[in-house]
């Protein structure tokens, strides 16, 4: 009992550390999301210029998801004329370029990390993009669109189907603070917390359960934590492997890579680790009902390479500037709710939280959650005020 109440601890006092970073990140993104429809989106990525690839990244930063929704989303907008790239580029950044990833990463293991995630992520886009250009021949992206079409169902698709972009016209702020604006922030703010709190708590208690029961030395021995070059080589070959078993994706995998940062792993081996969310096993499945199974081998093989090439770069160019980490202390060891400014930010995040829920409550979102997982050609439009 002492060890489940020891990972218990743990679970809740990460949980405490990085929830108000959460509600804002989610709350910025739904402010995004209220004034921006998504067939907007979909027009602007037609092809798979460098222009084009970082405007998707842009976008699909701003429209922060789910890794499930984040991949259904750019499946709808593959099939709407997207660029399959542009697609691939807008679910990176929806899952991996994330203000709120970017927040809870330097809570829990240091600016650092948080810098790399953002230097890593383009990174990691070229590298995909380059891929794409040789190995992604136009007919297998046709085949890839004639499964598309097809529409079976993956996982969160009702979340993802759903516009609830304010459509009336109007300034930035007019939009933003006019009943049915404050409502679709309310709505997107509420399903986009829906959407990822199962894999959230089960990356929690899975960080809670390894910090507290596995010791440091079977991580170094795993990690090649002793030898530094090895080490190096090895974290951003495995780490990407790690998390396609681990089942954890989104911020649900943060918690697990401040557990493998106190065990050893690499620097470069905890970012290809983090982007690794798009690759666990059930998303693959959903890959292959998405695009076919000759698409699912390439997407496997080009992002892992691509993860891979992304981490080296980020070991090699933080390495020598000097900024990778010394002491390997992240917050998730440390046990414990105190009364500091974690306090403050969290009572302030909650009031807001609280009236963004009440205000979905009021304004009848309750059905809507119970579209999310919904069929995939269904266009919701949830901005009533």
Aim: charged fraction near 10%; proline fraction near 4%.
């Amino acid at each position: 009992m002492a060890a489940i109440g020891h990972a218990l601890a743990l679970t809740g006092s990460m949980t405490w550390e990085i929830l108000w970073a959460l509600i804002l990140g989610f709350a910025l993104s739904a402010v995004v999301q209220a004034v921006v429809r998504k067939a907007t989106i979909a027009r602007l990525m037609g092809d798979d210029r460098p222009r084009t690839l970082a405007l998707a990244a842009v976008l699909g930063a701003a429209s922060s998801s789910c890794s499930y929704a984040a991949v259904a989303l750019a499946r709808s907008l593959f099939r709407k004329g997207a660029n399959f790239t542009a697609a691939m580029a807008f679910q990176i950044g929806s899952t991996n370029l994330v203000v709120e990833l970017g927040i809870i990463l330097a809570l829990l293991m240091g600016w650092q990390f948080t810098a790399a995630e953002f230097v890593g992520g383009p990174i990691m886009i070229m590298l995909l993009a380059v891929q794409f250009r040789i190995f992604v021949r136009p007919r297998l992206v046709a085949a890839a669109r004639r499964q598309a079409e097809r529409g079976l169902a993956g996982s969160m698709e009702g979340h993802a189907a759903m516009d609830m972009s304010v459509p009336t016209e109007g300034s930035f702020l007019r939009r933003l603070l006019s009943p049915p604006g404050l409502t679709a922030v309310s709505r997107v703010f509420v399903m986009e917390w829906a959407a990822i709190l199962r894999d959230l708590i089960l990356g929690l208690f899975i960080a809670g359960a390894i910090g507290a029961w596995v010791p440091n030395t079977f991580w170094q021995g795993f990690f090649l934590s002793d030898h530094p070059v090895l080490s190096a080589l090895w974290g951003p070959l495995i780490g990407p492997l790690v998390a396609i078993l681990s089942f954890v994706c989104s911020i649900g995998n943060v918690p697990l890579a401040a557990v493998l940062w106190n065990g050893g792993i690499s620097f470069g081996g905890v970012i290809a680790f983090i982007y690794a969310d798009l690759l666990i096993l059930p998303i693959l499945a959903i890959y292959r009902r998405y695009y076919g199974t000759r698409m699912t081998i390439v997407v496997f093989g080009t992002f892992y390479a691509a993860m891979v090439g992304a981490g080296y770069t980020v070991e090699i160019l933080f390495g020598t500037a000097g900024l990778i980490p010394t002491e390997r202390n992240a917050t998730v060891m440390e046990a414990g709710i105190h009364w500091n400014y974690t306090t403050w930010l969290n009572i302030v995040f909650l009031i807001l939280a609280a009236a963004l829920v009440l205000r979905f409550l009021r304004t009848g979102g309750i059905p809507m959650l119970r579209m999310m997982g919904g069929a995939p050609d269904t266009n919701h439009l949830g901005t009533q005020p």
